[in-house]
């Protein structure tokens, strides 16, 4: 079973509609992270958390809500979506006692928005 | 300016051919570098991380020299396989990680 999971691995939506994109790990990760990534920009951070109470803004907020409902769990919200948030979004956690750049990353999700 | 910058490539080689791609990082504070391999429409996934002292994985090795500020990555007898961009990582003195926008490899037959 994957370390990492996303869902839902795809979703089309309309222009003004409230998605939820949801993380889960098994890796027992205190830190986690929701980032975008489109083609020639690379991932940017959206948001990301260190502890169940802990969120803290990333590079590109705006628009993005997160929650994060437990050690395991972290979403994203959209919370009227637009037609620019169209991206590829993944989550990915970290420890604490390794380098921050060492990352594990889930499938991601491919979100359209119409 | 981007603080991790990279070349897009696309670098183009023949299989068994060595290629290095470099990355310039803008932050002297910076701390742990890492190289990522990302195939096409899939996570990102840790290839390396970059020591001072350089790193050796098999055919890939990765060096840092900070007087200049940048890393490299270097691919020896390039394998088909190795076909896809390869995103460097800084993080400085922060706790977060800042990626470069990555280095596409086609290694043709």
């Known amino acids: 079973d994957a370390d990492v999971t996303q869902t839902p691995r795809n979703r089309i939506t309309k222009t003004g509609k409230r998605i939820m994109l949801e993380c889960s790990q098994t890796?027992?990760?205190?830190?986690m992270y929701w980032y975008r990534q489109d083609p020639g920009l690379g991932l940017r951070l959206i948001y990301y958390?260190?502890?169940?109470?802990?969120?803290n803004k990333g590079e590109i907020s705006d628009g993005y809500s997160v929650s994060r409902q437990a050690q395991a769990k972290f979403s994203l919200s959209l919370e009227s979506a637009i037609p620019n948030q169209t991206a590829l979004y993944f989550c990915?956690?970290?420890?604490?006692?390794?380098?921050?750049?060492?990352?594990?990353f889930g499938p991601g999700t491919r979100l359209t928005v119409l | 300016r981007k603080e991790v910058e990279q070349d897009p490539g696309p670098f183009n080689v023949p299989e068994g051919a060595t290629v290095a791609f470099n990355c310039t990082y803008s932050?002297?504070?910076?701390?742990?570098f890492f190289w990522y391999r990302q195939d096409c429409r899939k996570e990102p996934k840790l290839l390396m991380s970059?020591?001072?002292s350089g790193n050796e994985d098999g055919r890939f090795t990765a060096q840092l020299n900070r007087a200049s500020q940048y890393i490299s990555l270097l691919i020896r007898d390039s394998k088909l396989s190795d076909s896809a961009t390869y995103l460097c990582?800084?993080?400085?003195?922060?706790?977060?990680?800042?990626f470069g926008r990555g280095t596409s490899l086609i290694v043709h037959p």
């Open positions: 932050n002297s504070a910076s701390q742990s």
């Open positions: 990915a956690t970290s420890e604490p006692d390794r380098g921050v750049g060492e990352q594990f």
């Open positions: 990582v800084s993080s400085g003195g922060s706790y977060i990680p800042t």
């Open positions: 958390s260190f502890d169940v109470k802990d969120i």
């Open positions: 970059v020591y001072s």
């Open positions: 890796k027992g990760h205190d830190r």
